[in-house]
């Protein structure tokens, strides 16, 4: 099984600020790498798919790269409806597997 | 317009069963992969199932191998999961997902949502 690590597993930031998440998968995926943003009540929203590709009407401060086993997500300037989790998905293979999610919380 | 709508959550006892089921509309059913992920409160994503387009085949997460078995009815354009063996560690919103189907690449994957079933397994 591909395991997902996600770090950090939370983070406080302030609006403005840009921010890195990132997963490590323990064997590679190509860029069967997927990232959602998931908010209180709601259902988890797709942001990235491909590693690097926008999700259609995600703002362009949204930002993944990668491929193989390192990938990142980048926010670029933080806005009051970024506060959310995001969580990474890999479906290279059986099992999918996300990772642990990262909260990120207002400063 | 892709709409998933999920029934079949609720209350249930240790060791007893549950069907979920799925309707999937916007697009044409029989042609994707189907999945359920599931969250329990306070905690992450986990995949539990897929089936497949095709011939229908079918894979479980470990937590769930043996006492899950996930379904469709490519007729009524309806994915399942019968549950059963049922434990406290089950308890979990149920999301149904569209997956992928035969050559698309990765904007084919975990685009569509629904809004979530509930279960809660409780004595």
């Known amino acids: 099984d591909v395991q997902m690590t996600q770090s950090p597993s939370a983070m406080s930031a302030s609006v403005g600020d840009s921010v890195t998440i990132t997963c490590r998968a323990s064997?590679?995926?190509?860029?069967?790498l997927a990232w959602f943003q998931e908010k209180p009540g709601k259902v988890p929203k797709r942001l990235i798919y491909?590693?690097?590709t926008l999700e259609s009407g995600v703002p362009s401060r949204f930002s993944g790269s990668g491929s193989g086993t390192e990938f990142t997500l980048t926010i670029s300037s933080l806005q009051p409806e970024d506060f959310a989790t995001y969580y990474c998905?890999?479906?290279?293979?059986?099992?999918?597997?996300f990772g642990q999610g990262t909260k990120v919380e207002i400063k | 317009e892709v709409h998933l709508l999920e029934s079949g959550g609720s209350l249930v006892q240790p060791g007893g069963s549950l069907r979920l089921s799925c309707l999937g509309s916007?697009?044409?059913?029989?042609?994707?992969?189907m999945a359920w992920v599931r969250q329990a409160p306070g905690k992450g994503l986990e995949w539990v199932s897929t089936?497949?387009?095709?011939?229908?085949?079918?894979l479980y997460a470990d937590s769930v191998k043996g006492r899950f078995t996930i379904s469709r009815d490519n007729s009524k354009n309806t994915m399942y999961l019968q549950m059963s063996s049922l434990r406290a560690d089950d308890t979990a919103v149920y999301f149904c997902?569209?997956?992928?189907?035969?050559?698309?690449?990765?904007?084919?994957?975990?685009?569509?949502w629904g809004q979530g079933t509930l279960v809660t397994v409780s004595s």
């Open positions: 997902v569209k997956d992928s189907r035969a050559y698309c690449g990765g904007e084919c994957y975990y685009a569509y």
């Open positions: 916007g697009f044409t059913f029989s042609d994707y992969a």
């Open positions: 089936v497949l387009y095709g011939d229908g085949g079918t």
């Open positions: 064997q590679g995926v190509s860029n069967y």
């Open positions: 491909g590693a690097s």
């Open positions: 998905l890999q479906h290279n293979s059986y099992p999918r597997t």
